[in-house]
């Protein structure tokens, strides 16, 4: 049997199947500015990462690439391309179908994202009948693949279980599972390990690393936290007020940082054992 999880054939040929180039994000109210220009390249496979405080416009940035800005906000600058198409020429219609298929989403916050009365198992099958076509069987069978994909212990009895039954760390588990369904070429996760305790976050952080690893998925991480990048991305982006300050390999980023704002993010970082990571990041070959 064809799995569903490992079909995505990592890519030889190194073309993005992302490209965003200096993207700007206004306010159809106002016409402020918001984001001030963000580029960065993802081919298969690699993961790139977004670091900043609150308010720099990661989350805004990560909307405007999955199309789904706000209604007051819009793209008002530079290009972004999924798969080698320029997104701004797509319709409601095609963005659909793209969505899943081609780049999905998990954010923080995942019960949020599940229906309380309908067993999450169900849910995920769901996912597959639509965006996959599969029958009922085929798509319960693929369902159960992907939960034990996504490390669950006990795929069945998770099937069966409602979203008020499971931990947090299980439901992002189960988000991933839904998001990487139709087998996207690329996963954004904002702040998806955020609310996670430093166990569970790593153990989530483990699992998008082995998706990359065996899929080719490639990733945009975006968090506050630079430990979270410093253990998964090759290469960091730095916001501040909606400006990317810093962007490089993550280990020039995060060792040699040009900035005095990306200074001042590793160094309040180093009272959470930001080291650590870094010496997983500096073992890397
Ligand atoms: N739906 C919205 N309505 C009004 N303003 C918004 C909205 N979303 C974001 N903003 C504003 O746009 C700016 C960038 O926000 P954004 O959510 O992208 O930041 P962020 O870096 O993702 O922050 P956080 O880590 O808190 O999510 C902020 O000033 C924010 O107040």
């Known amino acids: 049997m064809t799995s569903l999880?490992?079909?995505?054939?990592?890519?030889?040929?190194?073309?993005?199947v992302l490209a965003v180039r200096d993207v700007r994000v206004s306010s159809r109210v106002d016409g402020r500015e918001i984001v001030h220009g963000v580029s960065f390249e993802l081919t298969p496979g690699k993961v790139v990462g977004i670091v900043g405080e609150s308010g720099s416009g990661k989350t805004l940035t990560c909307r405007a690439v999955l199309g789904i800005l706000p209604e007051h906000f819009e793209i008002s600058g530079g290009s972004v391309q999924l798969a080698g198409q320029d997104v701004s020429a797509l319709s409601q219609a095609q963005w659909t179908a793209l969505r899943g298929s081609t780049i999905s989403a998990v954010f923080q916050d995942?019960?949020?994202?599940?229906?309380?009365?309908?067993?999450?198992?169900?849910?995920?099958?769901?996912?597959?009948?639509?965006?996959?076509?599969?029958?009922?069987?085929?798509?319960?069978?693929?369902?159960?693949?992907?939960?034990?994909?996504?490390?669950?212990?006990?795929?069945?009895?998770?099937?069966?279980?409602?979203?008020?039954?499971?931990?947090?760390?299980?439901?992002?588990?189960?988000?991933?599972?839904?998001?990487?369904?139709?087998?996207p070429r690329v996963l954004i996760a904002d702040e998806a390990t955020t609310a996670l305790d430093v166990t569970v976050q790593a153990e989530i952080l483990d699992l998008l690393a082995d998706l990359r690893e065996r899929t080719g998925l490639a990733l945009v991480v975006v968090s506050h936290d630079l430990a979270v990048v410093a253990q998964l991305c090759d290469e960091v982006l730095?916001?501040?007020?909606?400006?990317?300050?810093?962007?490089?390999?993550?280990?020039?980023?995060?060792?040699?940082?040009?900035?005095a704002y990306t200074r001042l993010l590793i160094s309040e970082h180093e009272q959470y054992g930001l080291e650590k990571f870094l010496d997983r990041t500096e073992a890397r070959p």
Do not use: C, W
């Open 5 to 16: 999880v490992d079909s995505a054939a990592v890519s030889t040929v190194a073309d993005p």
């Open 110 to 183: 995942p019960a949020s994202y599940l229906n309380p009365s309908i067993p999450v198992g169900a849910q995920l099958a769901e996912v597959l009948r639509v965006k996959k076509k599969l029958g009922r069987r085929a798509a319960r069978r693929g369902a159960l693949e992907l939960l034990d994909a996504v490390q669950l212990r006990d795929p069945e009895l998770v099937y069966t279980q409602y979203a008020f039954e499971l931990s947090g760390g299980m439901l992002q588990r189960i988000l991933i599972a839904t998001a990487i369904a139709a087998g």
């Open 238 to 259: 730095v916001m501040r007020d909606g400006e990317v300050v810093e962007h490089g390999a993550t280990t020039e980023v995060l060792y040699h940082p040009r900035h």
